[in-house]
T-cell receptor, first 114, second 113 residues
Framework: NAGVMQNPRHLVRRRGQEARLRCSPM?????VYWYRQLPEEGLKFMVY????????ESGMPKERFSAEFPKEGPSILRIQQVVRGDSAAYFC????????????FGQGTRLTVV | QQQVKQSPQSLIVQKGGISIINCAYE??????FPWYQQFPGKGPALLIA?????SEKKEGRFTISFNKSAKQFSLHIMDSQPGDSATYFC????????????FGTGTRLQVTL
């Protein structure tokens, strides 16, 4: 049973380009969460999605960031017109249900903006 | 209100010693307190978690102590081993959104021989 799969593991983008991060949840999991980790800091919640729905996006920056979790395929975190401050590790987690269940984390995508 | 404060930032413990990491929170709505272990280049992995209806939970060498009135909780690693060297994060959430976690800033633990 594969865990949460994130790709790519490392992504380098020039300022102004788009970054697209993918997350395939664990088999049977329909709840996905995205977190961002800046160097030497803890993880910060960004967005919580179920299939085809955004449940909570209170941690998402208002501009340039978007997320989706389509009926088929992985969840996508999209960052448009990246800036140097977007450089971070982005982690996806999935859970079987929402409340009261453990979330399992992927290995993260390390985004570097040059 | 949403912060979880974690200390120390880094910790060096000899093999066989006890590692202690502390966290404090402000939001009284938090009622789920997990600890995560993260190795370099990996995602966080759940180590142990506690809910505030108990004051202590033990799993193997790992123990969480919880003080509801002080709004503090701590992780104790008994008989620390070099393989425990990692970064440890405390976190907190509401039961209704157990996977929307507020994380502490992390403690880098090094266990020396």
């Amino acid at each position: 049973n594969a865990g949460v799969m994130q790709n790519p593991r490392h992504l380098v983008r020039r300022r102004g380009q788009e970054a697209r991060l993918r997350c395939s949840p664990m088999k049977g999991h329909s709840h996905v969460y995205w977190y961002r980790q800046l160097p030497e800091e803890g993880l910060k919640f960004m967005v919580y999605l179920q299939k085809e729905n955004i449940i909570d996006e209170s941690g998402m920056p208002k501009e340039r960031f978007s997320a989706e979790f389509p009926k088929e395929g992985p969840s996508i975190l999209r960052i448009q017109q990246v800036v140097r401050g977007d450089s971070a590790a982005y982690f996806c987690a999935s859970s079987l249900q929402g409340a009261g269940t453990e979330a399992f984390f992927g290995q993260g995508t390390r985004l570097t903006v040059v | 209100q949403q912060q979880v404060k974690q200390s120390p930032q880094s910790l060096i413990v000899q093999k066989g010693g006890i590692s202690i990491i502390n966290c404090a929170y402000e939001n009284t709505a938090f009622d789920y307190f997990p600890w995560y272990q993260q190795f370099p280049g990996k995602g966080p992995a759940l180590l142990i978690a506690i809910r505030p209806d108990v004051s202590e939970k033990k799993e193997g060498r790992f123990t969480i102590s919880f003080n509801k009135s002080a709004k503090q909780f701590s992780l104790h690693i008994m008989d620390s081993q070099p393989g425990d060297s990692a970064t440890y994060f405390c976190a907190a959430s509401n039961a209704g959104t157990a996977s929307k976690l507020t994380f502490g800033t992390g403690t880098r633990l090094q266990v020396t021989l």
